[in-house]
């Protein structure tokens, strides 16, 4: 069975595009365009969730906050793809819960090597 990733972006583009590559590499893929709406599509059970940082209604961290607080979701590994490459906002991440970041534009293989390494 494959594995499934939920991923968050405000730009539907960006969505399509993280949402394409993983498809072609046999990943079941759930998407939202925000915070708020990952949180209500969130559930059942996925593997991996791949988010934004800056996103209307709710943005990446808090959705990190809110995901780490449902003991179902505590483990799951959650990275963020975000613009932003600052330390700060990396350590917010990661005091958030994030496991890991990557930075926009990212290359296919960039992000289907992140994914295979999150979810050995």
Request: a positive charge.
């Amino acid at each position: 069975m494959p594995k499934k990733i939920m991923t968050v972006d405000d730009s539907a583009s960006v969505r399509q595009m993280v949402a394409m590559t993983l498809r072609n590499a046999g990943y079941d893929v759930v998407e939202a365009s925000d915070g708020k709406d990952a949180l209500a599509k969130l559930t059942g059970p996925v593997d991996m969730i791949i988010t934004d940082l800056n996103m209307p209604n709710m943005d990446g961290i808090t959705l990190i906050k809110s995901v780490r607080a449902d003991s179902r979701f505590r483990f799951i590994p959650i990275v963020m793809l975000t613009t932003e490459s600052q330390a700060d906002k990396k350590q917010d991440g990661k005091t958030a819960g994030a496991t890991g970041w990557i930075v926009k534009p990212f290359k296919p293989d960039q992000l289907l090597a992140v994914v295979q390494k999150v979810l050995k």
